[in-house]
């Protein structure tokens, strides 16, 4: 018997016990063991039977093998997910900004306690990512990795480009539709794609990638104009999260990108996530799919829960190493054709001027 802890009852921790509870006899049959939800941990009372409000009944409770955090930041969440791991609880998660910031150190303590902290979640959602590139492309050198990885940004670009809208009413639609928050800063900043590239960059190449090391530009300064001239000469423009090996390190970056219509990338519209791995033996695989949301999310960290229970006293194989000096290298470095708004294409960067980077 498994039972399991979920400590957050908004958005995602609602939809963990929606799908864990429809699913408890299925579940439990894949884990090879019997798994139930035994709490459900907020600050304020809910009407649940599973329903409590101090950490300590978690933390001291034998019975329970897993914790879900679902609570977002990198404040509490690092403490409850610190506390549960030193217990010897494994740790499932699909908290981007905790994972980006404090991955390494919380995959190293889960060592430490021969448990094992899981994020299916943090960076596609319902897209199954982080298992592939641990574990499907484990016979790959990784070349590169890269891809849409916000549906909000992704869902506004498809507006302005099918519906020839400004920014500013593209934003708006979005927000009415409920893909943008009412503060859509990490959104449309594009610190939520930095977040995500940093954990599939830790991932695919071996390092510890921190977000406040990676160059990252949103896609407020994009115009309809810029939309219009991209279109007409056979380009999407696509929000797109990059790292990619060089030959004294690795380079990871965000930036507005203009994607030819050859590349995959290029058809993936509204609100869905894709991501592209790029290996020595197996060349490009894509995942595609909705990237956020209460239940796609939900799928993954319920699979997580899943694999969590099957390794019960055992660790997966599964971390990196903590950051490198001078292994990130400027993208300023990347040979690169340019979009310059106003003068074409060219072969370096103009300072001072609205550009983007042309996906070759």
């Known amino acids: 018997m498994s039972k399991i802890a979920i400590i957050g009852h908004g958005t995602v921790g609602s939809g963990v016990s929606e799908v864990l509870r429809g699913g408890a006899e299925l579940f439990s ?60 609880k494994s740790v499932i998660s699909s908290n981007k900004e905790l994972v980006a910031t404090y991955g390494d150190e919380l995959l190293a303590l889960a060592h430490e306690s021969n448990v094992n902290y899981l994020f299916e979640g943090a960076v596609g959602g319902g897209i199954p990512i982080i298992r592939p590139i641990s574990q499907c492309l484990l016979a790959n050198r990784l070349e590169e990795v890269y891809g849409i990885l916000n ?11 099918d519906e020839r809208m400004d920014f500013a009413p593209a934003l708006k639609r979005a927000q009415e539709l409920g893909y943008a928050e009412r503060d859509p800063a ?15 960059a830790s991932l695919a190449f071996g390092h510890h990638v921190y977000p406040d090391d990676v160059p990252t530009t949103g896609v407020e300064d994009i115009t309809a104009e810029d939309i219009i001239w991209a279109k007409s000469k056979g380009y999407a423009v696509k929000l797109i999260g990059r790292a990619v090996r060089v030959e004294d390190g690795i380079s990871a970056y965000v930036a ?29 695989v894509m995942f595609y799919g909705r990237g956020a ?28 190493s903590p ?38």
């Not at 058809?267 to 197996?282: E, H, K, L, Q």
């Open 29 to 88: 049959r894949r884990a090879g063991r019997d798994v139930s939800l035994k709490y459900i941990l907020d600050i304020n009372p809910i009407d649940d039977p599973c329903g409590i409000t101090d950490f300590s009944t978690i933390l001291n409770d034998p019975e329970v093998d897993v914790v879900v955090e679902t609570v977002g930041g990198a404040t509490h969440a690092l403490d409850y997910t610190r506390a549960a791991l030193n217990a010897h």
């Open 151 to 161: 549906g909000t940004t992704n869902f506004i670009l498809t507006k302005m480009t």
């Open 186 to 200: 990490d959104d449309i900043s594009g610190k939520d794609v930095c977040r995500k590239i940093c954990i599939l």
């Open 256 to 284: 507005p990108h203009l994607i030819p219509k050859s590349n995959l990338l290029a058809g993936v519209g509204d609100v869905y996530n894709a991501i592209i791995t790029c290996g020595d033996t197996v060349g490009d």
């Open 293 to 320: 949301g209460k239940l796609p999310t939900a799928s993954a960290v319920v699979a997580d829960i899943i694999d969590a229970v099957k390794h019960k006293n055992e660790r997966k194989y599964f971390d990196w």
């Open 323 to 360: 950051a490198k000096s001078g292994w990130l290298i400027p993208p300023d470095e990347l040979k690169s054709q340019w979009y310059v708004r106003g003068e074409g294409l060219c072969d370096e960067k103009p300072n001072g001027k609205f550009a983007m980077r042309v996906l070759l």
